[in-house]
Nanobody, 117 residues
Framework: QVQLVESGGGLVQAGGSLRLSCAAS?????MAWYRQAPGKQRELAAG???????NYGDSVKGRFTISRDNAKNTMYLQMNSLKPEDTAVYYC??????????????WGQGTQVIVSS
């Protein structure tokens, strides 16, 4: 069982910045940030592939940057030039891939980001 704990959400004005953190209780390579706005489906904001590459949702490319500190088992999401449409609950996600195709999915409790216009 892996625990994921997010922090760093809050209220910010449009054009501002926030940095989210996700502390994991163990090292997992496949991690990502998802977000869910009111009345909308959860969507990928940014993530790491198993090979260590990064990918981003189209709406955040060029504004958000995902990073990680492996020594701390912590993943970050730097969010710049925030827009009101970035308002959402942001969730940390991890996929633990084991032998024989067995996978375990973990989600954090979410952290609220509100961007005021």
């Amino acid at each position: 069982q892996v625990q994921l704990v997010e922090s760093g959400g809050g209220l910010v004005q449009a054009g501002g910045s926030l940095r989210l953190s996700c502390a994991a209780s163990a090292r997992i390579n496949l991690m990502a940030w998802y977000r869910q706005a009111p009345g909308k489906q959860r969507e990928l904001a940014a993530g790491f592939t198993s090979g260590g590459n990064t990918n981003y949702g189209d709406s955040v490319k060029g504004r958000f940057t995902i990073s990680r500190d492996n020594a701390k088992n912590t993943m970050y999401l730097q969010m710049n030039s925030l827009k009101p449409e970035d308002t959402a609950v942001y969730y940390c996600y991890a996929k633990d891939v084991r032998p024989w195709g067995i996978t375990y999915d973990y989600w954090g409790q979410g952290t609220q980001v509100i961007v005021s216009s």
